[in-house]
């Protein structure tokens, strides 16, 4: 049995649901902020995952919840260890088993998304970072083909689809946002898009700014032309246009200790990491980090609630520490 490495379980303090995230990534996107992508964690088979996950769940819950959030890093880079989580999960009586992907490897093979399905899967949320592919290249390194692939192969399986896109002002502007929709409007009108603004605080580069929020606004509107279930949201943050009152989650380590943490802490990591990954001070990295004003996130909590007030779904978007 295939082993991947795994960071932490996540475990919710707003509802109770477990998220899995494991480690490596086949892109390199230019705006990613998300440490797990360089490998590391402990290396544990499906089957331990599961053990492990089991005990997290039962230390902190007494229970199993009933949903379960697979992410990463890229979650689908060994489809035998995938395959065999999913199953796991579906047998111990998980109602919503999610994945959140990239949805490369899923594209490049053409029997992968059914047997996720018939495994248990019950959503998947994609990433489409952009339609163009040299866009796509200049940002992930990788073609954009096996993607959208993937949201054709997902889609014919009836699964819940969600796709997510990053408003990059420069190269994912409101046009390339719109022949997103519109590709999507293509497949199945029903499916769920996401734009959410670049957030340039916690980026590996940062390759460009924060849209504003009349970009923002302008790229909900052409894209809502072909599909109904646009969304405007907010990435890296907690994304309520009223925030719940609980602002920590419990982080299980593979070794089954556990920490309270805040989204302070994980500024911390994830300060720790570019201090690492690009090898200055964090002291440098903290002048330069680019955080968002709070007027700024006021404003697009407003303009959410405005253009799209049945959503965010609280069960759909909180970020706990993911
Ligand atoms: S943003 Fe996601 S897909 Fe891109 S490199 Fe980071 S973990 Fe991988």
Redesign the pocket.
């Known amino acids: 049995m295939t082993k991947r490495g795994v960071q932490y379980f996540t475990l919710s303090e707003i509802e109770p649901r477990i998220w899995f995230m494991l480690t490596g990534?086949?892109?390199?996107?230019r705006?990613?902020?998300?440490p797990?992508?360089d490998g590391g964690g402990t290396m544990l088979s499906a089957e331990e995952t599961l053990v492990r996950a089991e005990q997290a769940c039962l230390m902190h819950y007494g229970q199993l919840p009933p949903k379960a959030m697979i992410t990463?890093?890229?979650p689908t880079l060994d489809r035998e260890y995938l395959i065999a989580l999913v199953k796991g999960l579906k047998a111990k009586g998980f109602k919503e088993i999610i994945l959140m992907?990239?949805g490369?490897e899923i594209g490049l093979e053409e029997t992968y998304a059914s047997e996720l399905v018939d495994a248990g899967l019950t959503e998947a949320h994609i990433?489409v970072?952009a339609f163009s592919e040299d866009i796509h290249i200049w940002?992930?390194g990788k073609s954009n083909r096996p993607v959208l692939n993937a949201v054709k192969l997902l889609n014919e399986t009836g699964i819940e689809l969600l796709i997510q896109t990053v408003y990059m002002p420069g190269s994912v502007d409101a046009e390339e946002i719109e022949r997103i929709a519109k590709f999507l409007s293509t497949v199945n009108k029903a499916i769920k898009h996401r734009i959410n603004p670049f957030t340039p605080t916690f980026a590996?580069e940062e390759v460009t700014r924060r849209p504003t929020i009349e970009e923002i606004e302008h790229a909900y509107k052409l894209a809502v032309k072909h599909l109904p279930n646009v969304i405007i949201s907010q990435s890296c943050y907690r994304e309520y246009p009223t925030p719940p009152t609980q602002e920590t989650w419990i982080t299980v380590y593979p070794d089954l200790t556990s920490k309270r943490r805040s989204i302070k802490d994980q500024e911390e990591d994830r300060i720790a990491w570019l201090s690492k990954s690009r090898a200055v001070p964090e002291e440098e990295i903290l002048q330069a980090l680019n955080r968002a004003d709070p007027a700024y996130l006021l404003e697009l909590g407003q303009v959410i609630m405005k253009n799209t007030p049945l959503y965010p779904a609280p069960s759909t978007v909180q970020k706990d520490g993911e």
């Open positions: 990534c086949d892109f390199s996107c705006g990613c902020f998300r797990a992508r990463g890093g890229e992907s990239n490369y990433d970072k940002y992930t590996f």
